[in-house]
């Protein structure tokens, strides 16, 4: 059943069907299921007015920009905040490229709807943008089972997809919800739902949960963490109370998790302190979850983009291919992970004076067969530590 709210965007929609757009700005945002056509006449509009803009504040005409200019402007500046209104009641955010919003919000001060408007001085030029989408969607709210819509809080974002949080009314649990942008090609989408089915396939204490996939937006629910292994580390670190034995159990959770992985027949692929999350407690009580399976390999698959490969976030030199990815290339990660846990560094020094170091300097090691060939032997190494001289070289 349609809500008032999105009737009122449908009939926006409606009213750009009968002008005159250009075919290349509607082809930016076909894939758009709310207001393509809207954001396709705005976009144009704006880019024509934008060009003027910047040749008229290189001196043209003494930086004045035309009566015509300012009205046609000042129109679209005015259906676009229309279109967010109407938006945000559906439950849409509305995001846009940053040059574009700087103007957008600025020129109403300076602009006038008769005798043409004075550019102010030191205007900066606008990047304009005319061969990718300068509007976005991001969604405010999302349906529960009762058809109750619950309010979303924008957490994350990567390179394909968005991170919000919300309550269920029902359970009264905050959950997380990870969405595929707008735009995103079969080869991503099905990216997208491998990460999905191989997180539900990996039921383990360390590995981050999810619930259930809805192909109608590309997304899915998952399990809510409070933070992430940087952010945490960054907050406490050198302070009381998180010292090597707190260090030390936070380590062990994120290597017991990698080891189950790689025991189903899985590589991460993308190991990085911001991908292990944290669930915490309260004092010094944590859970670790490793999260963001995107660039996975799963067990005999040959999925691997071309487009994506050796973009992990901390890539092993030794490694050619994504398609020859082994144990020892995620240890080469994990390494620089363990590294920032113990010390809340993410540079390694040139020795290998204290117990942690030498760990350390085995898992990065240059040759990959002098590093630790399984997580196993490198949990051993770990759990033998003395957290009484766990910083200490050797006397």
């Not at 069907?17 to 758009?32: A, G, P, Q, V």
């Not at 539900?200 to 992430?228: A, I, R």
Request: with cysteine; aromatic share 10%; charged share 25%.
């Amino acid at each position: 059943m349609k809500t008032m709210e999105r009737e009122r965007v449908e009939r926006f929609e409606r009213t750009f069907h009968e002008r005159d757009i250009d075919s290349t700005y509607l082809e930016l945002y076909r894939r758009e299921q709310v207001l393509p056509r809207a954001f396709a006449y705005i976009h144009a509009g704006l880019d024509v007015e934008f060009k003027h803009m910047n040749y008229k504040a290189r001196g043209g005409s003494s930086g004045h920009f035309n009566a015509d200019n300012s009205r046609n402007l000042l129109d679209l500046i005015d259906l676009l905040a229309e279109a967010r209104t109407m938006l945000n009641k559906a439950g849409h955010s509305l995001t846009m490229a940053p040059d574009y919003q700087r103007v957008i919000e600025n020129a109403p001060a300076w602009l006038v709807d008769s005798g043409g408007s004075p550019i102010p001085e030191g205007f900066t030029p606008v990047e304009v943008e005319s061969y990718a989408p300068v509007f976005s969607l991001g969604d405010q709210a999302v349906p529960v089972s009762d058809s109750r819509m619950v309010k979303l809080t924008s957490i994350g974002e990567g390179a394909f997809a968005l991170v919000h949080r919300f309550t269920d009314p029902n359970y009264g649990m905050t959950l997380a919800r990870k969405k595929l942008k707008p735009g995103a090609d079969d080869r991503e989408k099905e990216r997208f739902r491998r990460e999905f089915e191989l997180m539900k396939e990996l039921q383990f204490p360390y590995v981050l949960e999810v619930y259930n996939f809805k192909e109608s937006d590309w997304s899915y629910t998952m399990e809510h963490c409070d933070t992430s292994l940087e952010d945490y580390v960054a907050k406490r670190n050198n302070q009381p109370g998180f010292g090597p034995t707190t260090r030390k159990r936070i380590a062990l959770q994120f290597l017991y998790g990698l080891n189950f992985i790689h025991s189903k027949g899985h590589f991460h692929r993308d190991l990085s302190t911001r991908n292990v999350l944290l669930r915490t407690f309260g004092g010094s009580a944590v859970l670790v979850k490793l999260s963001d399976f995107g660039l996975a390999k799963l067990k005999g698959s040959e999925f691997t983009m071309t487009e994506t490969e050796l973009k992990g976030t901390k890539i092993d030199p030794a490694l050619g291919s994504f398609k020859d990815f082994a144990a020892v290339h995620d240890i080469f990660a994990a390494g620089f992970v363990l590294l920032y846990i113990f010390t809340g560094r993410k540079n390694i020094g040139r020795n290998d004076a204290t117990p942690i170091e030498q760990i350390i300097h085995k898992c990065i090691d240059s040759q990959p067969d002098r590093r630790y060939q399984s997580v196993m032997e490198l949990i051993a190494d770990v759990e033998a530590l003395d957290t009484t001289v766990i910083g200490e070289a050797p006397a």
